[in-house]
Nanobody, 120 residues
Framework: QVQLVESGGGLVQAGGSLRLSCAAS????????MGWFRQAPGKDREFVGR???????YYGESVKGRFTISRDNAKNTVYLQMNSLKPEDTAVYYC??????????????WGQGTQVTVSS
């Protein structure tokens, strides 16, 4: 069992930056693939990016070049650094742990989500 808690969301102007954190508790964190997803009102959950257990990183097309994922296994934490934010990045952001991949169905554990709002 893994518990995930996101933090770091908030309100930011377009062009600004935020860093989200996802703190994990439970066993064998370093064995899990970790993903970031987001969901805006009225839209499907969207893949943002993921990092494998051995730190291979993949991004969704809409965030490539702007967002950076990293993990610190010693701290059981995954980070999502978001730069050059746009109003269309506004969503609830979730971290997830599981087998990994770009589909939300490949993740077994989810955080509660953190709101990111980007004003124009």
């Amino acid at each position: 069992q893994v518990q995930l808690v996101e933090s770091g969301g908030g309100l930011v102007q377009a062009g600004g930056s935020l860093r989200l954190s996802c703190a994990a508790s439970g066993r064998a964190f370093m064995r899990y693939g970790m993903g970031w997803f987001r969901q805006a009102p009225g839209k499907d959950r969207e893949f943002v990016g993921r990092i494998t257990w051995n730190s291979m990183i993949y991004y969704g097309e809409s965030v490539k070049g702007r967002f950076t994922i990293s993990r610190d296994n010693a701290k059981n934490t995954v980070y999502l650094q978001m730069n050059s934010l746009k109003p269309e990045d506004t969503a609830v952001y979730y971290c997830a742990a599981g087998e990994g991949g770009s589909s939300w169905s490949r993740y077994d554990y989810w955080g509660q989500g953190t709101q990111v709002t980007v004003s124009s």
